[in-house]
């Protein structure tokens, strides 16, 4: 695939990562939100969500359960396109936090947190 391709496409597969991100049980939905508001994970640049502190047992499962269906998604997009899943993992992972609401953390390039 060119590169004008990739970067015609990036768009719209960070779109359709988000979607099917978001895409997740309310139930599910309402403890992410939690625990991004208390502070308990993150978003990572990788497009997946990392403990800020150390977690409990119930958030660590949310964790592996919200990244499991992440790397899921971020692979169906990957091989439906041809493109590697890093590239669908990087540009989601950047999508996601711009859009994240002020107060939540996210992790910058060098692995550090930082508040919205």
Do not use: C, M
């Given at each position: 695939m060119t590169n004008r391709k990739i970067r015609i496409l990036l768009p719209l597969?960070?779109?359709l990562a988000v979607f099917?991100?978001?895409?997740?049980?309310?139930?599910?939905?309402?403890?992410?939100?939690?625990?991004?508001?208390?502070?308990l994970v993150?978003?990572?640049?990788?497009?997946?969500i990392a403990p800020v502190k150390a977690p409990s047992a119930s958030t660590t499962r949310l964790i592996n359960d919200i990244n499991s269906r992440r790397r899921?998604?971020?692979?169906?997009?990957?091989?439906?396109?041809?493109?590697?899943?890093?590239?669908?993992e990087a540009l989601t992972g950047k999508r996601i936090i711009e859009r994240s609401p002020a107060g939540?953390?996210?992790?910058?390039?060098?692995?550090?947190?930082?508040?919205?």
């Open positions: 597969l960070a779109f099917s991100i978001l895409h997740t049980s309310p139930a599910q939905a309402n403890q992410l939100d939690d625990a991004k508001r208390s502070g993150g978003e990572t640049p990788r497009g997946y899921a998604a971020y692979n169906n997009i990957a091989k439906k396109n041809g493109i590697p899943v890093q590239q669908v939540t953390y996210f992790q910058d390039s060098g692995g550090n947190w930082k508040r919205k």
